[in-house]
């Protein structure tokens, strides 16, 4: 063959190369979004879905990352925590996403787990939860106890004056593990065993009569009551409106809440709830210029004059503008490319501050403890003087004190034992070991 023909087929092949690599620059970022929109749990998550389509819109309004846009994948798992499982591999495997936003319930980030790692896939799970565990392929970016919880009960002892206290949850993970936190942490600080009671419903449950007359039973023995309440969905709306019905005001037994914000509120008459309490790292009513210009920008985007914001939104926020930085520090969306840039990135929040990713997968958030008003929105009480980083282990459970999860390298665990120096099982393993 001739020089000349050698030229020609390596142009042909540089020719060919160049092509390919231009239309997979114009290949889109593909994000899953993993929330239920029907079922018990469509009530706090079809808002998150929809500040996830937001977010993709107004990036790709700025040009997309890495010059591409984005684009969204949408499943519904429907609150039913093993088709999360299903809807994540789909996901992944089939759908070819990079990264996914998605989960409220803590069961259904355990269902989802195992598969986001086997896949290596990355999810950001914007909600609450109860601690006790750190993923390399997961993104912490709501509360974990020391975020919430704990300053929650510490804000009802040394302001209110409570002492005996009612720990009502839903009947799953999340509220069971922070329950035995805070029982735990009641009792160093000196309660009683008697003065806590502790209550477990069903996802969904609407006949509180019975239990809310325990609840006004218990908080007449003479010393102060509060309700700290880890119910989560359209339970809310029954529990509270029977608090309304017998009489039980937030003066008589304040109810301080981890899942209940301006979304769940929007849906009751807040009337008889006036006072009571809600605890978490963001409120609607924060007056800060950047929370503004997001809930214009929300409002415009629903076309509703009276769409709230919340917490979990803020959460989404915030892991998807450091998604977005993470990618443009790596230079592409490979997902361990990602998981490398990702811990240390900082992007303000929508209270005035901003949000560091830590080597745990945990972010840093200021904490807010708010006053239900008669219009559905929250007065803020208390919050913290800075930002608090959040712990995966909680220091208050025994077999969690030692410890720590780093996924810097070289430690790069999830679950290592500063006491024996080893690093134990994956959270994708030991959600698997836990069913």
Request: glycine fraction near 8%; aromatic fraction near 10%; charged fraction near 20%.
């Amino acid at each position: 063959m001739s020089f000349k023909k050698h030229v020609k087929l390596g142009l042909s092949a540089l020719a060919l190369s160049i092509s390919f690599n231009s239309v997979a620059a114009e290949d889109p970022i593909k994000v899953g979004i993993l929330h239920s929109l029907s079922g018990t749990m469509a009530i706090s998550e079809t808002v998150l879905k929809d500040t996830v389509e937001m977010l993709i819109e107004q990036q790709n309004a700025k040009g997309g990352v890495l010059g591409r846009q984005m684009e969204a994948v949408v499943v519904d798992p429907a609150s039913n925590w093993p088709l999360f499982a299903e809807k994540a591999r789909e996901l992944l495997a089939q759908e070819k996403v990079d990264v996914i936003f998605g989960n409220w319930t803590s069961v259904s980030r355990k269902s989802v787990l195992p598969v986001v790692e086997e896949l290596n896939g990355l999810l950001f799970y914007p909600v609450q939860y109860e601690g006790e565990e750190s993923s390399e392929n997961v993104f912490y970016t709501g509360a974990a106890p020391n975020q919430q919880a704990i300053p929650a009960v510490n804000y009802l002892m040394n302001e209110i004056g409570v002492e005996r206290w009612v720990l009502a949850g839903t009947d799953y993970v999340y509220p069971r593990t922070t329950n035995k936190i805070l029982e735990t942490y009641l009792m160093d600080k000196g309660v009683a065993k008697e003065d806590i009671m502790i209550n477990y419903t069903p996802f969904g449950h609407s006949d509180w009569q019975n239990i809310v007359s325990d609840i006004k039973r218990f908080g007449s023995a003479g010393k102060k009551t509060a309700v700290v309440s880890t119910i989560n969905g359209d339970a809310n709306v029954p529990f509270y409106r029977e608090l309304g019905n017998q009489g039980i005001s937030a003066a008589d037994i304040p109810v301080v809440a981890f899942s209940v914000g301006e979304q769940e509120l929007s849906g009751i008459d807040t009337a008889p709830l006036v006072g009571h309490l809600a605890a978490w790292n963001y409120f609607m009513s924060v007056d800060n210029d950047a929370n503004y210009a997001f809930i214009d920008q929300w409002i415009e985007y629903t076309g509703k004059e009276d769409a709230v914001t919340n917490d979990p939104m803020e959460a989404h926020y915030i892991g998807f503008n450091m998604y977005v930085e993470a990618v443009k520090k790596a230079g592409t969306t490979d997902v361990d490319a990602v998981k490398d840039a990702i811990i240390g990135v900082t992007v303000p929040n929508l209270t005035g501050g901003y949000a560091t990713m830590m080597p745990n997968h945990h972010i840093t958030k200021p904490v807010l403890i708010g006053e239900i008003q008669d219009n559905g929105q929250f007065s803020v009480v208390w919050e913290t003087p800075a930002t608090v980083a959040g712990d995966a282990w909680s220091d208050f459970l025994p077999g969690s004190r030692d410890m720590i999860a780093d996924w810097r390298k070289p430690l790069f665990c999830g679950t290592f034992n500063t006491a024996t120096g080893t690093c134990g099982a994956s959270a994708g393993e030991m959600a698997m070991e836990a069913e």
